[in-house]
């Protein structure tokens, strides 16, 4: 019983998949998961600290999770200012906005710091490549290389009192 289960869900899957495949057809964009790491330059007067990543990214919608670690950069031993509350603090986010696939992303966020604005880009050269060649390659023809993606943000808090938790970050990942 558990197989013949197994079987219809799959019948039933496989069509839904080919439906997005045609819808989006005739779009170069690479849609996917970038996963990422990298440096977070805070606004605040602390030493830099450093970021882990996941953003989903389809044509229009894109979403994500992050984790950053302010003024806790392992490349610098001194603190710069100790009596910052974004020195050493850990900032936890969930993202959802809109934009052109992973090139221009504007989101919202919301985590343990309240609300936020998010503008991000991730570019790799693959997807550079197929967009002004007018070409898409699948995802199963990519090679490592061509999965190698940089990663930018700048991200502005919404409330005055946490605006200590402004920053840019820059970094690179890989997408899948």
Wanted: hydrophobic residues 40%; glycine residues 10%; negative net charge.
């Amino acid at each position: 019983m558990k197989t013949i289960t197994s079987l219809l869900v799959a019948l039933l899957v496989l069509p839904l998949t080919a439906i997005a495949e045609d819808r989006y057809s005739g779009v170069t964009l690479i849609r996917g998961t970038v996963f990422s790491v990298g440096r977070v330059d805070p606004t605040e007067k602390i030493d830099t600290g450093f970021f882990v990543d996941a953003n989903y990214s389809s044509v229009a919608i894109n979403g994500g999770v992050a984790t950053k670690k302010f003024g806790d950069s392992p490349l610098r031993s001194e603190k710069v200012d100790e009596f910052s509350e974004a020195d050493g603090e850990r900032v936890n986010n969930v993202y959802l906005g809109t934009g052109f696939g992973r090139i221009a992303q504007i989101q919202y966020g919301h985590g343990n710091h309240d609300g936020l604005i998010r503008f991000r880009s991730d570019f790799n050269y693959r997807s550079i490549v197929d967009f002004f060649t007018g070409k898409r390659t699948p995802k199963d023809r990519l090679t490592l290389g061509d999965r190698l993606t940089f990663t930018i943000a700048i991200e502005q808090y919404l409330e005055d009192e946490e605006e200590i938790f402004d920053n840019a970050t820059w970094g690179i990942g890989l997408l899948f």
